[in-house]
């Protein structure tokens, strides 16, 4: 994967692109911490994306802050959202638990709708990339580039390492059996609301890069249907795996970088695909090439 992602600007594809799909793909993976790993279905994350991103661009464009002390200040206010809104939500499982989160998304729009720094329907636009360390000009696309590739690497190695830990493997338990879980002595709402916070987190700490890749804040990352898009990309990638919610992200982006001239039509094509997927391939992509391998991906 690494190599790829390296390659990929030198073998001709666009970088703007790759951006995008790195971004996403950090997006996808947060959310498959919460739902692969943790079995928490949110049909509100688009808004700790969509937060942090006008967080970062008002911090980058206002304030005057570096890049990287704008995508931190945004990450911090992700995760001070995810903490209160986790607090409500783990109150309740299943459906209650999504409708909760849906709830709060919806309220976070329209928050982002009538709040003054927001710019309303038109965004905060014109962002500045500024320096790196007020040293690297981020106006070079190439060392954008390096910095979205660091911040997706390792954001991925964390949720990775978070997988792969004593709290991730409790975590998958809750998810199996939580009544068992909870007759080990471990405190499920309490490892559920650290995952939550986690998963917002890094949620928004790819809303913040995006902001400051694009040059742009607006409405469409805090969207309901933007959290819809996270669910697909993970669906189709594979849930409860390491690389799928990437492979996922990067097929959907494709598709609607692609496919952009059938306008409307590709939510038509992208629902089809998500049809198919589901009726064959249950896995995801990587969850199936994982069960032909005999391998966990």
Same mark, same amino acid.
């Given at each position: 994967?690494?190599?790829?992602?390296?390659?990929?600007?030198?073998?001709?594809?666009?970088?703007?692109?790759?951006?995008?799909?790195?971004?996403?793909?950090?997006?996808?993976?947060?959310?498959?911490?919460?739902?692969?790993?943790?079995?928490?279905?949110?049909?509100?994350?688009?808004?700790?994306?969509?937060?942090?991103?006008?967080?970062?661009?008002?911090?980058?464009?206002?304030?005057?802050?570096?890049?990287?002390?704008?995508?931190?200040?945004?990450?911090?206010?992700?995760?001070?959202?995810?903490?209160?809104?986790?607090?409500?939500?783990?109150?309740?499982?299943?459906?209650?638990?999504?409708?909760?989160?849906?709830?709060?998304?919806?309220?976070?729009?329209?928050?982002?709708?009538?709040?003054?720094?927001?710019?309303?329907?038109?965004?905060?636009?014109?962002?500045?990339?500024?320096?790196?360390?007020?040293?690297?000009?981020?106006?070079?696309?190439?060392?954008?580039?390096?910095?979205?590739?660091?911040?997706?690497?390792?954001?991925?190695?964390?949720?990775?390492?978070?997988?792969?830990?004593?709290?991730?493997?409790?975590?998958?338990?809750?998810?199996?059996?939580?009544?068992?879980?909870?007759?080990?002595?471990?405190?499920?709402?309490?490892?559920?609301?650290?995952?939550?916070?986690?998963?917002?987190?890094?949620?928004?700490?790819?809303?913040?890069?995006?902001?400051?890749?694009?040059?742009? #804040?607006?409405? =469409?990352? !805090?969207?309901?249907?933007?959290?819809?898009?996270? *669910? &697909?990309?993970?669906?189709? /990638?594979?849930? @409860?795996?390491?690389?799928?919610?990437?492979?996922?992200?990067?097929?959907?982006?494709?598709?609607?970088?692609?496919?952009?001239?059938?306008? #409307?039509?590709? =939510?038509? !094509?992208?629902?089809?695909?998500?049809?198919?997927? *589901? &009726?064959?391939?249950?896995? /995801?992509?990587? @969850?199936?090439?994982?069960?032909?391998?005999?391998?966990?991906?």
């Amino acid at each position: 994967m690494v190599a790829v992602l390296v390659a990929a600007p030198f073998v001709g594809i666009y970088p703007v692109f790759m951006m995008k799909v790195m971004c996403f793909a950090l997006f996808a993976c947060a959310f498959n911490l919460l739902l692969g790993f943790g079995g928490l279905l949110s049909f509100g994350h688009a808004m700790f994306l969509g937060m942090a991103g006008y967080v970062s661009a008002h911090a980058a464009k206002v304030w005057g802050l570096t890049p990287e002390l704008a995508i931190l200040v945004a990450t911090l206010c992700a995760a001070a959202l995810g903490w209160v809104s986790g607090l409500l939500a783990i109150r309740r499982q299943g459906i209650y638990f999504a409708m909760i989160t849906l709830a709060l998304a919806q309220m976070v729009f329209f928050f982002s709708l009538q709040a003054p720094f927001t710019g309303g329907e038109d965004g905060i636009q014109a962002v500045p990339r500024g320096k790196l360390f007020g040293l690297i000009d981020l106006s070079q696309p190439m060392a954008m580039y390096a910095v979205v590739l660091v911040v997706f690497l390792g954001g991925f190695l964390l949720i990775y390492r978070i997988v792969h830990s004593p709290f991730g493997q409790v975590l998958k338990a809750i998810r199996e059996n939580e009544p068992r879980t909870v007759s080990l002595g471990y405190d499920a709402d309490k490892f559920k609301h650290r995952a939550f916070v986690l998963s917002a987190a890094l949620a928004g700490m790819a809303g913040a890069t995006k902001a400051i890749v694009f040059q742009l #804040a607006s409405l =469409t990352d !805090v969207h309901w249907s933007m959290s819809g898009e996270v *669910v &697909l990309m993970t669906l189709v /990638g594979g849930m @409860g795996t390491i690389f799928g919610p990437v492979v996922g992200a990067a097929v959907i982006v494709t598709m609607q970088n692609y496919l952009a001239e059938l306008g #409307a039509w590709v =939510t038509v !094509v992208q629902g089809v695909i998500f049809v198919l997927c *589901v &009726l064959l391939f249950r896995r /995801g992509i990587v @969850g199936e090439i994982g069960n032909l391998l005999k391998k966990s991906l």
